[in-house]
Structures are given as C-alpha cells and as structure tokens.
C-alpha cells in the first residue's frame, strides 16, 4: 500500500511540473493558483507525509507482521510431514509479542515438564499460566485434606515474575465426595479456607478451580437443589478469593477462573453448565476456563474438536454472536487443544499423543495429511506393525488459527490445554494473533 501511494505521489509531483512547465510562459489567474495551490497540498503533500507517519508508527509491526509464521507460507491446508519436520521448531525469537487484548490461559502439567521451559520463554503472551498441582480430598480424620504442595515450585514462578506479568493461578481440583461436603457448611468452609491459607501462604495470583465434571459423575448437578448448593459453594469460593490482596499488588485481589465442561447435544441437560449459571457466578468469577476439546474418543474415534460444535456450545451459553454480552463474553476461554489424539480404526482403542509423540510417527511413517473442511482439522492414516489402520488428528498452524479467529468473532478469551504438548511454533501464532 505503502508502494502504490509513493508511485502516485511522484506521478502526480511528475505532471504537476509538467504543468508549471507549460504553464510558466502564461500568466495565472488568482483562481488557478488557488487551485493548483490545493491540488498539491491534498495529492501530494498530505499522502507524503502519511507514508512518513505510517513508517515511523508502524514500522516496528510491519516487520513483525512481515517476518510472522504466516509469511513463511506454512499455515495452510496443504500440508507435508517434511515440512513439519522442518518447520516445527523454528518459533519467532520475538517472544514478548501478544496483539490480542483478551485473556489468555495456559495449563502446564508436571508430567510434561517441557511445559515449564515454554511458559518460562513464552510469557508474555500469556495473561494467566496455571500449573496443574493441587487435589482437594475427603479424609477420615479432618473431613478435607489439600494435597499438592510438593508439586509446587517457587524457583521456577519467581523466574516467570522476573520475565513477564503473566499471572500465577495453580489448578485446584475438588475430588472430595460431593454429598458430604456440600451437605455439611463446615466442610464448605474449611474447604475455602485451605485454598484461601495456600494462596496466601505460597503467593499466588488466585487458582484455576475445577469441580464440575466431578459433580456430573456422582448426580449431583440432577438434583436441583445439590445443584443449587454446588452453585453457591463456587460463588462463596470466588468472593473469598477476591476478598484477598494479591502478593504483588494490594490494590488488587486474587483471581478465580472455574473450568467448566461442554454440552454434548443440541439442548442443554441438567447437568450442564449454561447461560443462566454464567450469569449467577459471573460477579464472583473472572474467567470460565471452556473445556472445547476431547469431542472424540477411542470408542467414537474423529476430531478433537469441530467447529461447528465449538459455535454450538457458544452459541448456548452466549447466545448469538451478533448480539452478546461482550463484557460477559470476555470472561469465557474457549478451550484450544496443544495435545492430539491416535485411534485405533477397528475395534477400538488409542488415545491422546503428545509432539513428540506426534513427531516420531511422521519420521516413522511419512503419512499424506488430509483436510477435514467439516471438522476444520487434519488427519492422517497409518497401519502399525500388527497391520492395524490408525488415524491421527493433532492440531496444525491452520487448525489452530481457525479457533484463534473464532475466538476473536466471538469476543473472548483462550485456554490452551496444554502447552508442555505442543510444538514450539504453535505459540507464533499467539504473537501475531
């Protein structure tokens, strides 16, 4: 664009002393000068120094934008195992950019250590980084017990602190069972309360907090008024949380995101997470953590996670995404898989791979990727020693970005499960997103 305003620009200086060539041996009239007078103030003074203030402005984006992973020409549906085996570790040195002005979430899981290194090397573009360490559980003794400090490692978040400003939120799990803790109001309390002493105690941001799912598997959330006691134990757990300063900025509280599953069909069961419980919690929640991966698995074996399933549960929770809550939309993280699934074709079987994982079968098999326009997802086909035919889907660059747009048409945040799974260049399109 740049270019094409230049050319224009020194065409017009070219016929405009062209002008005053053939013009010289003639005397103007005042009305004429006035308007050759404009003609170079508004086509050629004004888009010269446009160009100027777009360079000096924008300089720096351009050659980002310029030296981006799109550019490489490798985020496309056409695709080859040689180019991912070339490609994949090649991310952006720039590792401090981040355009998108919503939260987003990382998990980082102790038995995929690589996890640490790229939060650590990729902070910034992250708002909320949450390691996977704590279980609440029932004890006979106590009633509750919170298990998972030994997981947690104070190195390693003081070396995140000093290198960005991405918040420290630990995932706490509630595995305690359900109707004891919910029934009686001192286990509620006491339950509180050791999250609460833990944030404190280990300076944390606030804690990502998962319990739906458990709640689903015992029946609790089918009877409505267990259902109505769970509810308002998340909503007393997030006031507590946000009633407490954070370590490194005491105008500021701790923060609490709750994970929270998707429907699996068209109408919303009662067991479901849906928009009226988005709107009861959303005063004491700052993000729900949307687990929009794991459609598929080795019994029913297809994609991670489709498209258009991933607009239908938006579209329960949010409505239509031409007329939404835009501040209640930006509390939700659609959840973006880094990990992959391997099934087994027949009979069953398989289950999640990691990248390295996914990297050792394109050495080993040299596969032909697909494109699955339904799904908006890759696939390849494979037969292992036994002869058994597999498919493989794990994310790509074109994959991913589809649901990075998405998110954007939707005005809301990410959550990525998780980054210790991924392949490095996954996190340019974090930069340049």
Same mark, same amino acid.
């Given at each position: 664009m740049a270019r094409k305003r230049r050319s224009s620009a020194a065409e017009s200086l070219k016929r405009q002393k062209d002008g005053e060539e053939s013009l010289s041996q003639?005397?103007?009239?005042?009305?004429?000068?006035?308007?050759?007078?404009?003609f170079v103030i508004f086509f050629i003074l004004i888009p010269a120094v446009s160009i100027v203030v777009y360079k000096v402005k924008f300089a720096d984006r351009?050659?980002?934008?310029?030296?981006?992973?799109?550019?490489?020409?490798? %985020?496309?549906?056409?695709?080859?195992?040689?180019?991912?085996?070339?490609?994949?570790? =090649?991310?952006?040195?720039?590792?401090?950019?981040r355009h998108y002005d919503y939260p987003v979430l990382a998990y980082i899981t102790p038995w995929n250590s690589k996890g640490y290194d790229m939060a650590k090397m990729f902070n910034s573009k992250f708002t909320h980084l949450s390691?996977?360490?704590?279980?609440?559980?029932?004890?006979?003794?106590?009633?509750?017990?919170?298990?998972?400090?030994?997981?947690?490692? =104070? #190195?390693?978040?003081?070396?995140?602190?000093?290198?960005?400003?991405?918040?420290i939120l630990p995932r706490f799990v509630l595995k305690a069972i359900p109707s004891e803790m919910l029934k009686k109001k001192k286990?509620?309390? =006491?339950?509180?309360?050791?999250?609460?002493?833990?944030?404190?105690?280990?300076?944390?941001?606030?804690? %990502?907090?998962?319990?739906?799912?458990?709640?689903?598997?015992?029946?609790?959330?089918?009877?409505?008024?267990?259902?109505?006691?769970?509810?308002?134990? %998340?909503?007393q757990l997030g006031e507590a949380l946000h009633s407490t300063n954070s370590p490194r900025n005491n105008q500021q509280h701790m923060q609490f995101m709750y994970v929270v599953g998707p429907p699996r069909s068209e109408k919303l069961q009662m067991y479901d997470f849906g928009p009226e419980d988005l709107q009861f919690l959303k005063d004491s929640v700052d993000g729900f953590s949307l687990m929009t991966y794991d459609f598929s698995n080795p019994q029913n074996p297809g994609p991670n996670a489709p498209v258009k399933w991933i607009d239908l549960t938006l579209?329960?929770?949010?409505?239509?995404?031409?007329?939404?809550?835009?501040?209640?939309?930006?509390?939700?993280?659609?959840?973006?898989?880094?990990?992959?699934?391997?099934? %087994?074709?027949?009979?069953g079987g398989g289950g999640a791979i990691t990248g390295r994982d996914y990297l050792t079968l394109l050495q080993k098999h040299k596969p032909t990727w697909h494109?699955?326009?339904?799904? #908006?997802?890759?696939?390849?086909?494979?037969?292992?020693?036994?002869?058994? =035919?597999?498919?493989?889907?794990?994310?790509?660059?074109?994959?991913?970005?589809?649901?990075?747009?998405?998110?954007?048409?939707?005005?809301?945040?990410?959550?990525?499960?998780?980054?210790?799974?991924?392949?490095?260049?996954?996190?340019?399109?974090?930069?340049?997103w």
């Open positions: 003639v005397e103007e009239p005042d009305s004429d000068r006035s308007l050759i007078a404009i351009v050659i980002q934008t310029e030296t981006s992973i799109r550019h490489r020409g490798i %985020v496309k549906t056409n695709i080859s195992f040689q180019e991912i085996l070339t490609e994949h570790s =090649k991310a952006s040195e720039n590792s401090t950019t390691p996977v360490w704590y279980d609440l559980k029932s004890s006979q003794g106590s009633g509750l017990v919170l298990e998972g400090r030994h997981n947690a490692d =104070k #190195g390693w978040i003081q070396e995140l602190r000093s290198r960005g400003n991405a918040l286990l509620r309390e =006491k339950a509180i309360s050791l999250i609460v002493t833990e944030c404190r105690e280990m300076e944390y941001d606030g804690i %990502v907090f998962e319990s739906w799912s458990r709640w689903a598997a015992y029946g609790v959330l089918q009877d409505p008024d267990k259902r109505k006691m769970a509810l308002q134990f %998340v909503k579209k329960l929770l949010l409505g239509s995404s031409n007329n939404i809550d835009s501040t209640l939309a930006r509390k939700v993280l659609l959840g973006i898989n880094f990990y992959g699934n391997d099934f %087994v074709i027949s009979g494109w699955d326009k339904e799904s #908006g997802e890759h696939l390849f086909m494979y037969r292992d020693n036994k002869n058994i =035919k597999h498919a493989v889907f794990y994310p790509t660059l074109m994959s991913i970005l589809l649901r990075l747009e998405n998110a954007r048409l939707w005005g809301i945040g990410i959550s990525i499960w998780e980054i210790g799974q991924g392949l490095d260049y996954f996190f340019d399109l974090l930069a340049f």
